[in-house]
């Protein structure tokens, strides 16, 4: 069983203050002492070419969302200095505490008796890692009130350097990748750690087209237009499921539903492997003893065998998309719902569950996962499954919190022009 992250998190603390500490741009004041505990916000980006995710961390770094990341790495810039660790040092474990499946690779130079711990940083689209020392580095991003970004910070970390071989298929420009599992060396556990804030934080994603999304560091509030209330409040939360040698983030499904009628499921199909989230994955990917009951029942529910064309790969359910009527919430589609442990659904509709291809086409977007044994989850949300949606990851009280926007606001709405 890997170390447990609040475990960790607490041996650490003391022996890494000096390492992670924030340096904010204003002097040392009360006013300042107070800024100490405000969230942080980054802007998230999609790139059109991966439907990867990107968040600025530097002046001139784009490093990749990755919610089953364990840690930060990146091909290291000039400016990257070395950290002197031990193989024993506290965050070295940290760094350690997950290893990627299938990563076979050793060495690397580390050398505890010179004080060179080594990591293995993973690419999440090719399966690839290497191994890579540990450095410290920033990460440049601002405070904020949930409306707006108040004061810039500059968060001290520690990041994996990789080399640049391992930024195959990552978004163009993208430098590495920022783990935001539930790790202790992944970066929203560090920045909660130097900026005093909650072990918690918000994802918008952004859909292709309009604009930015945004991540905050802390916790709330959000605020995603004038006049619009705290959108925080409208969470709905479902326990977060710890799963042996994984730091991603599962939550448990009692059952699927199309509308209110739930899929006709095999026996302990959903309790085998839970809902995994995953930002690394385009669309949702369903284990093939759930995918094929879902595909049929989706086509039978919708009923439109008018409309219906030829698939486009890797989809299995494309239609006619001037055939099906649009609605504020998407195509005039039956909405999938994920029915969670705590009586919550994760309701997808036409938005989050038909995606528009080649010409005047709208598919299912779910795909059947390739390898899929009673091990793996049941269903693997993907990206755009999430955008649009309000997610909270809340490490501290073990809960993601969720909530689907109304149409008339989304998660580019975000203001992140200064006020200050």
């Known amino acids: 069983m890997p170390p447990r992250h609040g475990d960790l998190a607490a041996a650490a603390a003391a022996a890494v203050a000096a390492t992670l500490l924030v340096l904010l741009a204003s002097p040392p004041s009360c006013a300042a002492a107070a800024r100490r505990r405000d969230a942080v916000v980054v802007p998230v980006t999609k790139d059109p070419a991966t439907s990867l995710y990107t968040i600025p961390v530097r002046y001139y770094d784009n490093l990749v ?20 660790l031990s193989c024993q040092d506290p965050t070295c474990r940290l760094a350690n505490a997950y290893r990627a499946p299938g990563c076979k690779v050793t060495g690397g130079g580390g050398d505890c008796s010179k004080n060179v711990c080594t990591a293995y940083p993973y690419n999440p689209v090719t399966g690839q890692c290497a191994a890579g020392s540990l450095a410290h580095t920033r990460f440049i991003a601002n405070t904020t009130d949930g409306k707006n970004p108040l004061s810039q910070v500059s968060v001290k970390a520690v990041a994996a350097c990789a080399p640049k071989k391992l930024l195959a298929r990552l978004p163009r420009g993208a430098t590495g990748v920022a783990g935001l599992a539930g790790s202790g060396a992944a970066l929203s556990a560090q920045v909660a750690s130097s900026q005093g804030v ?131 919430i ?45 091990r793996s989850p049941a269903v693997i949300l993907g990206g755009f499954q999430m955008e649009n949606m309000l997610l909270q990851f809340d490490v501290e009280k073990k809960r993601l919190g969720f909530a689907r926007l109304p149409f008339y606001t989304s998660c580019s709405n975000f203001n992140f022009t200064k006020t200050q």
């Not at 995603?224 to 042996?244: I, Q």
């Not at 005039?332 to 997808?348: C, D, F, I, Q, S």
Request: charged content about 20%.
């Open 65 to 84: 969302v990755d919610l089953a990341g364990p840690l930060v790495w990146s091909t290291c810039a000039d400016d990257h200095l070395p950290a002197s």
């Open 330 to 374: 998407g195509y005039a589609v039956p909405a999938v719902r994920l029915m969670l442990a705590g009586g919550k659904n994760y309701t997808m509709t036409g938005t989050n569950s038909m995606v528009d291809v080649k010409g005047d086409k709208a598919c299912l977007a779910f795909v059947e996962m390739k390898s899929g044994d009673a």
């Open 198 to 328: 909650a072990d918690k934080f918000l994802l918008c994603l952004p859909r292709i087209g309009y604009g930015q999304g945004v991540a905050i560091f802390g916790g709330g509030p959000i605020y995603l237009g004038e006049g619009l209330p705290d959108f925080t409040t409208t969470l709905e939360y479902t326990p977060l499921v710890a799963k042996k040698d994984s730091p991603a983030y599962y939550v448990t499904a009692n059952a699927i539903a199309l509308e209110d009628a739930r899929l006709p499921l095999p026996r302990g199909a959903l309790a085998a492997g839970g809902v995994a989230l995953h930002t690394s994955v385009p669309f949702g990917q369903l284990r093939p003893d759930v995918f094929r009951p879902f595909v049929r029942e989706f086509e039978k529910g919708l009923n439109r065998s008018d409309a219906k064309v030829a698939a486009v790969a890797p989809f299995p359910l494309c239609y006619r998309a001037s055939m099906l009527g649009n609605t504020r």
